[in-house]
């Protein structure tokens, strides 16, 4: 029902495009992360890095060869923007994410050593439904927007840590 009703809003926007004329935009947006993620979210950063700053064990899901490709917040805002300055006739969908994938091993393994965590690492077991890869195809957003993400994974989780770092000591 989650993809469904995302389908289905797009197909109701170009509904109301085509029957009233109105000036639409659809981005797809794709995993994004940084400064003001709740911390219990339960997205996979706020959780690791929750955990790795309380020192719990961090909690991988299956075994953690999935893929996910991270978008930092700054970034996807600047996609969304461009695109709603665009041209009326670039309507979308439009892909926005950062396409460089990491496992959620290697995402563990980072915000591990970003944080001087002594945390381990625990396996859980997959959410059924889980994706097995997901990397955005931003051909279109780089062509018709000129837009590429530009703030590396590193670079993100450093900055998306610090605001952790300063919540946690206040909550
Ligand atoms: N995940 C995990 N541990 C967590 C939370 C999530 O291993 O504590 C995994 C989850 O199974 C998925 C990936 O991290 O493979 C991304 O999960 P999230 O809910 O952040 O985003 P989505 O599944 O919507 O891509």
């Known amino acids: 029902c989650y993809d469904e009703g995302k389908r289905c809003a797009e197909t109701l926007f170009f509904d109301y495009k085509r029957q009233h004329n109105l000036n639409i935009r659809i981005a797809r947006i794709f995993n994004t992360y940084g400064p003001r993620m709740h911390a219990n979210d339960g997205r996979v950063v706020s959780n690791f890095i929750v955990q790795a700053l309380q020192g719990d064990p961090i909690t991988i899901y299956g ?90 994974l590193n670079v993100g989780l450093t900055k998306t840590i610090q605001y952790f770092k300063d919540t946690l000591e206040y909550s």
């Not at 996807?76 to 969908?93: C, K, Q, R, S, V």
């Not at 859980?124 to 062509?143: E, H, M, N, S, V």
């Open 63 to 152: 075994d953690g060869t999935q893929t996910r490709s991270f978008c930092y917040v700054d970034d996807l805002i600047n996609g969304i923007i461009d695109l709603m300055d665009a041209a009326d006739e670039i309507t979308g969908p439009i892909n926005l994410g950062n396409p460089d994938e990491f496992t959620v091993l290697q995402l563990a393994e980072l915000i591990i050593e970003l944080t001087q965590s002594k945390s381990s690492i625990i396996n859980k077991p997959l959410p059924g439904d889980d994706p097995k890869r997901r990397q955005p195809d931003i051909t279109l957003a780089k062509k018709k927007l000129s837009w590429s993400p530009s703030v590396s």
